[in-house]
């Protein structure tokens, strides 16, 4: 039975050589990200936004749900993916990184197929279910701070369509899940939400030991 192999960068050199590489605007964008204090650590892999990327086309998303935007990284790549008319949805606390993003969004010509809302995520995820109801999104891709993951995944939940995809990242979080000294509020929060998805029964789920785990949890339904 194969076992999992460490990912060293040359592996992952050869995993981008066979699976395309970045266009100029993703490539420049990561690169500009990486020169930010944990920017390397912060920003999902190259491998992980195609994945998304190809999981929005998969689903024939055309609206999806971001909890935390960042650098606007993996926002590029789903809203790339978005058929004529679709719509990305972005949340985050700081204006300062729709600010670094949207520079990047414009020059991909995706801008105007993306609305970011500033402010607590739980607040706007409040105010999108007053807006659009229950199952009002085809997709939600949660990756944001880790403390508040439960409580992203419950409302996330309830946003997404019967039959949507919720997808988490960091579901793994350095390994440190299974580490009984880690105690700290992102990896409490992390091994929370994962035995919530374990045990919801709303939702079929698949974790993947990808970048630094992501989970797959599609909600129950047409």
Known sequence: MATQITATEELLDYVREISGSEDEVLAELRTET?????????????????????LVRLTGATRILEIGTFTGYSTL???????????????????????????????AGVADRIEPRI?????????????????????????ADKANYPKYYEKSVELVKP???????????????????????DTNGIREVNQLIR????????????????T??????A
Do not use: H
């Open 119 to 143: 402010g607590d995520a739980g607040a706007s995820l409040d105010a999108l279910a007053d807006e659009s109801g229950a199952g009002g999104f085809d997709l939600v891709f949660i990756d």
């Open 34 to 54: 990486a020169g930010l204090p944990g920017g390397t650590a912060m920003q999902v892999l190259p491998e992980e936004a195609r994945f998304l990327a190809l």
């Open 199 to 214: 045990k919801d029964d709303r939702v079929e789920i698949c974790v993947l030991p990808l970048s630094d785990g992501v």
């Open 163 to 185: 039959g949507g995809l919720i997808v988490l990242d960091n579901t793994l979080f350095l390994g440190r899940v299974i580490d009984p000294a880690a105690d700290d509020p």
């Open 216 to 221: 797959l949890a599609r909600r129950k339904g």
């Open 77 to 107: 790549s789903m809203a790339r993916a978005l058929p004529a008319g679709g719509r990305v949805i972005t949340c985050d606390l700081n204006p300062k990184w729709v600010k670094f993003a949207k520079p990047y969004w414009e020059r």
